[in-house]
Nanobody, 120 residues
Framework: VELVESGGALVQTGGSLRLSCTAS????????MGWFRQAPGKQRELVSS???????KDADFVKGRFHISRDDATNMVFLQMNNVVPEDTGTYYC???????????????WGQGTQVTVSS
């Protein structure tokens, strides 16, 4: 498994979470990285991305609430989520940016994700 996400939880509206992702060398060192999310019945969408040299781009709905970071020493990507709302509920994934396809030669190119549930 080349991507392992963790840190998801059930949290109340207005709360905070810190998601973590460990990526393989092959993925982390050669790519810009991002956090994506998929809500039930919806397509996966990009939440935040960070380039190899640290430039950050957030989706409009983040509105300054989330902060993405990467640690080159440990091949990890983090997403600090603050002031969450029920619309942030979903499964969160990290991966390279641009996002790869779901599979290649029958092998999934995505991790299992981590579930974030925000209660109202």
């Amino acid at each position: 498994v080349e991507l392992v996400e963790s840190g998801g939880a059930l949290v109340q509206t207005g709360g905070s979470l810190r998601l973590s992702c460990t990526a393989s060398d092959n993925i982390f060192r050669n790519n810009d990285m991002g956090w994506f999310r998929q809500a039930p019945g919806k397509q996966r969408e990009l939440v935040s991305s960070i380039t190899i040299d640290g430039r950050i781009k957030d989706a409009d709905f983040v509105k300054g609430r989330f902060h993405i970071s990467r640690d080159d020493a440990t091949n990890m990507v983090f997403l600090q989520m603050n002031n969450v709302v029920p619309e942030d509920t979903g499964t969160y994934y990290c991966n390279a940016v641009p996002a790869p396809p779901d599979t290649k030669w029958g092998v999934s190119l995505w991790g299992q994700g981590t579930q974030v549930t925000v209660s109202s």
